[in-house]
C-alpha cells in the first residue's frame, strides 16, 4: 500500500529495504498465497461496538407511584434515572478486506458476529475504531426490512428505490427479481402471507437486484432450499467476478469452506484469527466440545 505518492516531509527514504519480506511478515507471518491481492474494498481499524442495555432498576425507589408510560419512557433517555449496562459486542477488530475477496465470518453464538456485519454494512454505530469503505455496501440477513404488510410488488419497488435504482431500472429487473426469488404469484400478495422461506428469498433477490460493492450475508444461505443456494452461489460469484467483496456469516463450515478463501474467527468480541479458510475452520472446530458443523 504505501507507495511514493504519500506526501511526507521528514522522511530519509530508503530504497533498499526488502519490503516485500517486511509487508509479509506484518501481514500474515507463515505463508502467503502467491494468488495476486486486490485493491482494498474496506478498511477496518480497530472496531468497538457496545450496546446500551437500558433498564433493571431497582424496585421501590419510587413506590408510592407506579410510574406512567411516559414517565418509563422519558427515565430510559434520562441517565440519571435507572441503570444502564453495557455490553461490549465487538472488542478491537482489525483487518483490510480486499477487491474480489470472499470472507468467512465464524465464531460461536453470541461472538459478535452479526453486530460486525451490521457494524461495517453502516447500520449499527461503533463506538471506537473506523471503517473505510470504497463503494456501496448490501447486508442480506434476517434482520434486512421490506414492509410486511405491503405486497411483494410494492415492496420490490421501494426497496430498489432505496437501493439507488432509477424507477426505469426497477421496471426493468422486476421479473428478474420475481423469477430469482420464486415466489411466484405470492407477489401480488401481501408480505405478511409468505412463509419465512419465501420471505427470506423476495428479501435476497431484491437486494441484490443492484450488484454491490461489497455483498454481505448473514446466515441467508441457510434459509433456502438448494436451489435457492445456488443461485446464491451464483450472486455471490457475480459480485467476486465484478471486483467486489463478500461477507458470509454462516454456521456451517462446509458452505464457508466452500465459498470463502479467507476466514475470520471471532470469539466474545475479539478477531481471534484472519488467515485462510480450511485453517481457521480447522481451529475453530478444535475448541468446539463435540464435533458439530
Ligand atoms: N440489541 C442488542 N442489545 C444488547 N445486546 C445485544 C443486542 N444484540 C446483540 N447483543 C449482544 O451482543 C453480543 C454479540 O451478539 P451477536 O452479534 O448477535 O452475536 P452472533 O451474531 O455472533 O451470534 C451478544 O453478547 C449479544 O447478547
Ligand atoms: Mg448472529
Known amino acids: 500500500m504505501a507507495e511514493t505518492e504519500e506526501p511526507r516531509g521528514e522522511e530519509p527514504k530508503e530504497p533498499e529495504v526488502d519490503f516485500s519480506s517486511d ?146 431500472q426497477v421496471q426493468a429487473k422486476f421479473d428478474e427479481i420475481v423469477e430469482f426469488s420464486g415466489i411466484g404469484e405470492f407477489v401480488s400478495l401481501p408480505m405478511n402471507a409468505y412463509s419465512s422461506g419465501m420471505a427470506s428469498r423476495l428479501r435476497f433477490a431484491i437486494s441484490t437486484a443492484k450488484i454491490p460493492d461489497i455483498l454481505m450475508i448473514d446466515e441467508a444461505l441457510s434459509t433456502g432450499d438448494a436451489e435457492f443456494q445456488r443461485k446464491s452461489r451464483d450472486k455471490i460469484l457475480e459480485v467476486k467476478d465484478q471486483a467486489g467483496t463478500v461477507f458470509l456469516v454462516s454456521h456451517s463450515s462446509a458452505t464457508v469452506l466452500s465459498m470463502c478463501e479467507r476466514v475470520l474467527w471471532l470469539d466474545a468480541g475479539r478477531l481471534v484469527m484472519d488467515g485462510p479458510a480450511a485453517e481457521v475452520v480447522a481451529a475453530y472446530k478444535q475448541t468446539l466440545p463435540g464435533n458439530r458443523r
Open 23 to 168: 509487508l509479509t511478515a506484518a501481514d500474515r507471518p507463515p505463508k502467503r498465497k502467491p494468488k495476486r491481492l486486490g485493491r482494498p474494498t474496506m478498511v477496518v481499524d480497530d472496531v468497538h461496538v457496545r450496546y446500551r442495555v437500558f433498564g433493571a432498576r431497582r424496585m421501590g425507589t419510587s413506590s408510592q407511584f407506579k410510574p406512567s408510560l411516559y414517565k418509563r419512557l422519558f427515565d430510559r433517555t434520562s441517565k440519571a434515572v435507572g441503570s444502564v449496562s453495557e455490553v461490549h459486542a465487538v472488542r478491537g477488530v482489525s483487518f483490510v478486506a480486499r477487491q474480489g475477496e470472499s470472507i468467512g465470518i465464524i465464531g460461536r453464538n453470541g461472538a459478535g458476529k452479526s453486530t460486525l456485519l451490521r457494524a461495517l454494512a453502516g447500520l449499527m454505530p461503533y463506538s471506537e475504531g473506523a471503517v473505510y469503505a470504497k463503494g456501496q455496501t448490501a447486508l442480506l440477513g434476517v434482520n434486512a426490512a421490506l414492509l410486511p404488510r405491503l405486497t411483494g410488488e410494492r415492496n420490490i419497488v421501494l426497496g430498489g428505490l432505496a437501493l439507488g435504482l432509477t424507477p426505469a
